[in-house]
């Protein structure tokens, strides 16, 4: 059973920081370029960062230069640095394979930026 379990959300003020990360099990993490995505109230998921299994990344323009995704195949494990965060990126985020699974959403984490 494919788990990914994401942890590291919670309340931050504007111009706050966090640090998400992604466990994984059930699945060989290094084979599988990873993604991590959000959903904000009322609008589709979408893509937030991504890093290949060679570690090449890629990351949305409204990210660019704020987040930074990294990740640790012998542990099976990615993070998301969140740094400069802004209240449009209150979202719940998730991680997942690339392209995204559908079998493989978890429950996320709730990120609210909100002063």
């Known amino acids: 059973q494919v788990r990914l379990v994401v942890s590291g959300g919670g309340l931050v003020h504007p111009g706050g920081s966090l640090r998400l990360s992604c466990a994984a099990s059930g699945i060989v993490f290094s084979w599988y370029d990873m993604g991590w995505y959000r959903q904000a109230p009322g609008k589709q998921r979408e893509m937030v960062a991504t890093?290949?299994?060679?570690?090449?990344?890629n990351y949305a323009d409204s990210v660019k230069g704020r987040f930074t995704i990294s990740r640790n195949n012998a542990n099976a494990t990615m993070s998301l640095q969140m740094n400069s965060l802004k209240p449009d990126d209150t979202a719940v985020y998730y991680c997942?394979?690339?392209?995204?699974?559908?079998?493989?959403w978890g429950q996320g984490t709730q990120v609210t930026v909100s002063s």
């Open positions: 890093i290949t299994r060679g570690g090449f990344t």
């Open positions: 997942n394979t690339l392209p995204n699974n559908p079998y493989y």
